[in-house]
């Protein structure tokens, strides 16, 4: 079994703020989840932390392509490298974002190692959202939060979408897409560039397990495979603690059911998780959710049972006055 390595990516560099004066609040994600138990639960090495930029949006306004590009730009690179040192390494990378920016990296990484081997590495998008914006289909773009895919897929500014002059990172026809809510903006232009993808009706109809079978299945004639999980593929009734809520997604169960049938294939390389924001989750309960979820889903990877979670810590109503 490969050992698992956790890497906190705690960029919050793709997301637009939430109001003039607030930052957005993933970027604590990996703090939150670590306080959890993740890393004894998962008996991973700790792979530290890829610290980010300072948040610095400027004066950005719609016309100036997607904010804090440079920035963004630099990132990818180092974490791309990083990711590299772990797969060289035979560890399973698990990335703790941030932003679904952060998949850029992986991305950037697994083009590198395509390159390297001769292969092409497949990526299966695990989201409720598409995060397909770009110049061809938008009149403005600024967030690469939202413009993930289509980077990774050579769409937009060749600052992001074409690093180290490889463009695309990922070709569309590598791409499976599991989750995205059957109101997708973009999912005409999904069809039309010949992406694999499953909404949430046929996810819930075929079952997650079977869906994770039949996304690997799209992927067979790739070297390998990265996965992105962004949690609001969940839904709002189970994780609102996210930067956009949309009714219609999935239950822990299936997406740990997903994540399990991805990761169990021996050319899954590794896994990154966004969006989770624990400023919606001052109590912690969602932050158990997640790890809960990613420590069984991850179970075929550690090739042993998981650790079981550690104890909720008390509210204050919850503990009793002396005397």
């Known amino acids: 079994m490969r050992r698992i390595a956790v890497l906190d990516a705690p960029s919050n560099l793709g997301l637009r703020p939430p109001t003039p004066t607030s930052v957005p609040g993933c970027g604590k994600a990996p703090g939150a989840l670590r306080d959890q138990g993740l890393i004894t639960r998962l008996a991973a090495r700790d792979a530290g932390c890829h610290t980010p930029p300072r948040y610095e949006p400027g004066d950005w306004r719609p016309g100036d392509g997607v904010s804090q590009a440079a920035e963004i730009a630099g990132y990818t690179i180092r974490l791309a490298d990083r990711i590299g040192v772990m797969v060289d390494a035979g560890e399973f990378p698990v990335v703790l974002g941030g932003d679904c920016s952060v998949v850029l990296g992986a991305a950037l990484a697994m083009n590198r190692l395509g390159e390297a081997i001769g292969g092409r590495i497949g990526l299966i998008y695990v ?158 309960e969602y932050a158990r959710e997640v790890v809960q979820t990613l420590v069984s889903g991850l179970a075929p990877v550690t090739g042993g049972a998981p650790t079981p979670p550690i104890p909720a810590q008390p509210t204050r109503a919850s503990i009793p006055h002396a005397g």
């Open 127 to 284: 989201d409720g959202h598409a995060d397909f914006r770009h110049p061809g289909n938008a009149a403005v773009v600024g967030a690469a939060a939202g413009e993930a895919l289509a980077l990774a897929t050579g769409r937009g500014q060749a600052n992001l979408a074409g690093l180290e002059g490889r463009r695309p990172y990922v070709r569309d026809s590598d791409v499976v897409l599991l989750g995205i809510r059957a109101t997708e903006e973009y999912r005409m232009d999904l069809q039309a560039g010949g992406f694999s993808f499953r909404a949430v009706p046929e996810v819930r109809a075929e079952g997650a397990a079977r869906t994770a079978q039949w996304a690997r299945a799209q992927v067979t004639d790739c070297a390998g495979f990265w996965v992105h999980v962004d949690v609001d593929v969940l839904d709002p009734a189970v994780m609102p603690a996210v930067d956009t809520a949309d009714p219609g997604g999935i239950s822990h169960s299936e997406l740990e059911l997903l994540i399990r049938g991805l990761v169990g294939s021996a050319e899954c390389l590794g896994l990154d998780v966004t969006v989770f924001d624990p400023d919606f989750d001052p109590e912690g």
